[in-house]
Nanobody, 118 residues
Protein backbone atom coordinates (compact mmCIF):
# COMPACT_ATOMS: atom_id res chain seq x y z
CA UNK A 1 0.00 0.00 0.00
CA UNK A 2 1.42 3.35 -1.05
CA UNK A 3 1.53 6.07 1.57
CA UNK A 4 2.86 9.60 1.50
CA UNK A 5 2.97 11.34 4.86
CA UNK A 6 3.70 15.05 5.12
CA UNK A 7 4.90 16.85 8.21
CA UNK A 8 6.36 20.23 9.03
CA UNK A 9 3.53 22.64 8.42
CA UNK A 10 2.64 25.34 10.90
CA UNK A 11 1.89 28.98 11.51
CA UNK A 12 4.65 31.53 11.06
CA UNK A 13 5.16 35.23 10.51
CA UNK A 14 6.04 36.64 7.12
CA UNK A 15 9.74 36.35 6.46
CA UNK A 16 10.17 33.22 8.55
CA UNK A 17 10.97 29.72 7.36
CA UNK A 18 9.47 26.25 7.45
CA UNK A 19 10.69 22.88 6.25
CA UNK A 20 8.19 20.37 4.97
CA UNK A 21 8.95 16.68 4.85
CA UNK A 22 7.24 13.85 3.02
CA UNK A 23 8.03 10.23 3.72
CA UNK A 24 6.90 7.57 1.26
CA UNK A 25 6.26 3.90 1.73
CA UNK A 26 5.14 1.15 -0.59
CA UNK A 27 6.97 2.43 -3.68
CA UNK A 28 10.39 2.16 -5.29
CA UNK A 29 11.09 5.79 -4.62
CA UNK A 30 13.89 6.27 -7.13
CA UNK A 31 11.49 5.46 -10.00
CA UNK A 32 9.13 8.28 -9.19
CA UNK A 33 8.80 11.94 -9.92
CA UNK A 34 7.78 13.57 -6.67
CA UNK A 35 6.78 17.04 -5.76
CA UNK A 36 4.85 19.51 -3.68
CA UNK A 37 1.56 21.09 -4.58
CA UNK A 38 -0.56 23.54 -2.67
CA UNK A 39 -4.14 24.65 -2.54
CA UNK A 40 -5.83 27.44 -0.68
CA UNK A 41 -9.58 28.07 -0.50
CA UNK A 42 -11.01 29.46 -3.71
CA UNK A 43 -7.94 28.76 -5.78
CA UNK A 44 -6.82 26.02 -8.12
CA UNK A 45 -4.23 23.53 -6.96
CA UNK A 46 -0.79 24.85 -7.80
CA UNK A 47 2.37 22.94 -8.54
CA UNK A 48 5.00 24.34 -6.19
CA UNK A 49 8.11 22.29 -6.92
CA UNK A 50 8.84 18.92 -8.45
CA UNK A 51 11.87 16.72 -8.89
CA UNK A 52 12.32 14.06 -11.51
CA UNK A 53 13.99 10.70 -11.03
CA UNK A 54 17.17 12.16 -12.60
CA UNK A 55 17.19 14.97 -10.04
CA UNK A 56 15.91 17.72 -12.33
CA UNK A 57 13.93 20.22 -10.31
CA UNK A 58 11.25 22.64 -11.36
CA UNK A 59 9.79 25.48 -9.35
CA UNK A 60 6.78 27.70 -9.68
CA UNK A 61 7.81 31.27 -10.49
CA UNK A 62 6.17 32.41 -7.28
CA UNK A 63 8.60 30.43 -5.12
CA UNK A 64 11.83 30.55 -7.12
CA UNK A 65 14.70 31.79 -5.00
CA UNK A 66 12.79 31.21 -1.76
CA UNK A 67 11.96 27.49 -1.77
CA UNK A 68 14.40 24.63 -2.18
CA UNK A 69 13.39 21.08 -2.98
CA UNK A 70 15.52 18.07 -2.10
CA UNK A 71 15.11 14.33 -2.10
CA UNK A 72 16.69 11.42 -0.27
CA UNK A 73 16.02 8.20 -2.15
CA UNK A 74 17.48 6.04 0.60
CA UNK A 75 15.09 7.55 3.14
CA UNK A 76 12.25 7.76 0.60
CA UNK A 77 11.89 11.35 1.68
CA UNK A 78 11.17 14.64 0.02
CA UNK A 79 11.87 17.99 1.60
CA UNK A 80 10.76 21.52 0.86
CA UNK A 81 12.74 24.25 2.56
CA UNK A 82 10.62 27.38 2.49
CA UNK A 83 12.35 30.65 3.30
CA UNK A 84 11.14 34.23 3.27
CA UNK A 85 7.57 33.07 3.55
CA UNK A 86 4.81 35.40 2.45
CA UNK A 87 1.13 35.50 3.39
CA UNK A 88 0.30 34.35 -0.14
CA UNK A 89 2.15 31.11 0.58
CA UNK A 90 -0.65 30.19 2.99
CA UNK A 91 -2.18 26.94 1.77
CA UNK A 92 -2.51 23.23 2.35
CA UNK A 93 0.62 21.64 0.99
CA UNK A 94 0.48 18.18 -0.52
CA UNK A 95 3.20 15.75 -1.45
CA UNK A 96 2.59 13.70 -4.60
CA UNK A 97 4.30 11.00 -6.66
CA UNK A 98 3.99 9.58 -10.15
CA UNK A 99 5.75 6.55 -11.61
CA UNK A 100 8.48 7.21 -14.20
CA UNK A 101 7.32 10.82 -14.43
CA UNK A 102 4.56 9.71 -16.75
CA UNK A 103 0.94 10.75 -16.66
CA UNK A 104 -0.67 12.46 -13.75
CA UNK A 105 0.36 12.31 -10.13
CA UNK A 106 -1.51 9.33 -8.80
CA UNK A 107 -0.33 9.15 -5.21
CA UNK A 108 -1.05 11.94 -2.77
CA UNK A 109 -0.46 12.65 0.89
CA UNK A 110 -3.05 13.98 3.26
CA UNK A 111 -1.56 17.46 3.31
CA UNK A 112 0.01 19.75 5.85
CA UNK A 113 -1.22 23.29 6.52
CA UNK A 114 1.08 26.27 6.17
CA UNK A 115 -0.20 29.59 7.45
CA UNK A 116 1.82 32.78 7.07
CA UNK A 117 0.62 35.93 8.77
CA UNK A 118 1.75 39.44 8.00
Amino acid sequence: QVQLVETGGGSVQAGESLRLSCVASGITYAHYCVGWFRKSPGTEREEVATIASDGTTRYADSVKGRFTLSKDNAQKSLYLQMNSLKPEDTAMYYCAARLYCSGGYNFWGQGTQVTVSS
